[in-house]
């Protein structure tokens, strides 16, 4: 249940949103003229925007701008838990994955449990106000890739996240595919594909696979060169990554309001 009103403000700070998800399915954001903060408090989502798509995992956020569309699914059973900023409050940060540690969470968790926080109460300011603190410190993580911009290369990219197995079309020549994607992403094709299946990889990890099974499914001929890569990209190794979602699989579970 949502206490959203985005028409009115009243004074308001921080509106939240909860939904529960039993199974893989769209999530279904409109644009919104005000900031977020879309917190995974169990389970994994993808997330694509304009320019990047990204990988949200479970006790992970993700910051999105006001006015940025994007399109959203749970990767199976999710709890999903949104926090939307007053313009007025003017936060800065950037459209990203954001780290969680300890107190941003406990921050959440109240704020949906007091929410709407409304300026004029004193402890509800005092909450909005350190949780504006903690949402403009916490680090950036990369789990995400730069989207190339024209139809037909946007089309083959998001085919590739869905099976990095699947040959190019062959009407496309690798030379014009070459060209195109280092124009749009300032990546050339082997880069790309490299970071697409680093990031392949990790929505496998994050929805319960082993490293393993994570390299076959993100294309890898072995799980050094998965492990390789995977390091490379987001500076830790996919094994670690796995004790770390394991560890946010048991936290304490948030309520629902």
Known sequence: MSNLRQGIDHG??????????????PVLWPVSPWPKLVYAAEGTLQVETDQQLWILPANRALWVDAGESHRSATLGKARVRTLYFSPSMNIQQQNG?????????EL??????????????????ALAILLQFEVEKASMIPSGIVMPQSDW???????????????PPCSWSR????????????????????????????RALSTGATVGEAAVEAGFATSSG???????????????????????????????H
């Open 226 to 256: 998965f492990v390789h890569s995977f390091r490379k990209r987001f500076g830790t190794t996919p094994g670690s990554i796995s004790r770390d979602l394991l560890k946010s699989s048991q936290l304490e579970t948030i309520p629902h």
């Open 153 to 167: 290369m946007r089309e083959w990219a998001s085919q590739f996240i869905d099976n990095p197995l699947e040959p």
């Open 97 to 105: 994955i954001l780290d969680v540690p300890p107190l941003l969470r």
């Open 108 to 125: 959440i968790v109240e704020s949906c449990s007091a929410g709407p926080l409304i300026a004029g109460d004193s402890r509800l300011e």
């Open 175 to 202: 030379r014009t595919m070459e060209r195109q994607m280092l124009k749009e992403t300032g990546l050339t094709l082997g880069q790309w594909c490299q970071q697409a299946r680093a990031v392949v990889g990790l």
């Open 12 to 25: 308001v700070l921080v509106r939240f949103w909860s939904l529960d998800h039993h199974r893989a399915e």
